[in-house]
């Protein structure tokens, strides 16, 4: 049980394009979900949270026109990188935690962004 | 800022020795942590959790060891096995901050034949 599927796993996209990742919980409601980048050797940097039904928090630093976020259901999320570039080419990952549940987060596989 | 941090950036050990990855943190409102694994392109995979008013949890081959006195985790693994090798994180809840969590720096672990 318990789990998050993002789609695409990879994606290459040119410079100045838009991409959207998908964010699902396949078993279960996530009421919060996160997203995350990480850069290649790396720790995880949180980029914002995103609760259903209401606009999404942005860790410092995070630019929210840049990176869309919408949590429309209990377990879709999805983020889109607006005009992206190179800089962009990163590892998104997002997690999710059990509606109601306790502090534990499900992550997804991640998605592979590579801007050209 | 806060964080939490690593000591160790890699950690070796041969295989069938225990390995200990150890973690400091900062931010002392902090009531959860995590350790989570994770393997080369791929998200991070829990391994196991421990709440501040816990000192010591066990799990399958691995213990993770809570010292709020200096603000200080690690996790032990016994009897390292070549699937082991991966990086390592550690992670915190604030309390307060909802589930928002905040990883460390990360130790990769090489499991030596």
């Known amino acids: 049980g318990a789990v998050v599927s993002q789609h695409p796993s990879w994606v290459i996209c040119k410079s100045g394009t838009s991409v959207k990742i998908e964010c699902r919980s396949l078993d279960f409601q996530a009421t919060t979900m996160f997203w995350y980048r990480q850069f290649p050797k790396q720790s995880l940097m949180l980029m914002a949270t995103s609760n259903e039904g209401s606009k999404a928090t942005y860790e410092q630093g995070v630019e929210k026109d840049k990176f869309l976020i919408n949590h429309a259901s209990l377990t879709l999320s999805t983020l889109t990188v607006t005009s992206a570039h190179p800089e962009d080419s990163s590892f998104y990952i997002c997690?999710?935690?059990?509606?109601?549940?306790?502090?534990?987060?499900?992550f997804g596989p991640g998605t592979r962004l590579t801007v050209t | 800022g806060e964080s939490v941090g690593l000591h160790l950036p890699t950690l070796s050990v041969q295989e069938g020795d225990n390995s200990i990855i150890n973690c400091a943190y900062s931010?002392?409102?902090?009531?959860?942590f995590i350790w989570y694994k994770q393997e080369s392109g791929k998200g991070p995979q829990f391994i196991i959790d421990i709440r501040s008013n816990m000192d010591k949890r066990q799990g399958q081959r691995v213990t993770v060891l809570l010292n709020k006195t200096v603000k200080h985790l690690s996790l032990q693994i016994a009897a390292t096995q070549p699937g082991d090798s991966a990086v390592y994180f550690c992670?915190?809840?604030?309390f307060g901050g909802g589930f928002k969590t905040i990883f460390g720096a990360g130790t990769r672990l090489f499991v030596k034949a």
């Open positions: 931010n002392s409102a902090s009531d959860y």
């Open positions: 997690s999710a935690t059990v509606a109601g549940g306790q502090n534990e987060q499900y």
């Open positions: 992670a915190e809840n604030p």
